[in-house]
C-alpha cells in the first residue's frame, strides 16, 4: 500500500482517542505491538490512560517506520469529507479543516480507506 502524504507537520490530533485497528488480512503483525482486543476479538494498537497511543512520544510516531496499515492509510482531510460530524473528534475535525486546502485533484480521486474508529468503547489490554 502506497503511503498518503498528509502535510502532517507536527500534527498529532490522530494519535489520540482512536482505535487502530490491526489488520493481518492488509499485512499487520499484531504480535509485534502493543495492543489491546476489543470486545468483538478485534486487535487495536493500545492506548495510554489520557487516550494517547501507546507509541505517541514526544516527538511524534515511534513506530513510524512500521505502523500499521490504518494508519499508513489515514487521511484527516478525507476522513471530515466521509464522516458525519457529529462522529467526528474535535481534534481531527479541526486538523482536517485546516489541511483542506492542500488537497489535490488526484488525492480526491483516490479510494477511501480504514478510517480510524473513534474510541468510544470499553477495551481491554492483551
Known sequence: MTQIAVPCNGCT???????????PSEGDIPETYERQRIESG??????????????????????????????KAFDCRRFIQTVARELIPSEIYRAGKARMHTLTAIDNMRPRLMEPVALKTTVKTC
Open 13 to 23: 490530533a490522530c494519535c489520540r482517542n482512536n482505535l487502530v485497528l490491526l489488520m
Open 42 to 71: 478485534v486487535e487495536a494498537l493500545a492506548h495510554r490512560p489520557n487516550g494517547e497511543c501507546w507509541y505517541l512520544g514526544p516527538n511524534g510516531c515511534t513506530i513510524h517506520d512500521r505502523k500499521p496499515v490504518m494508519c
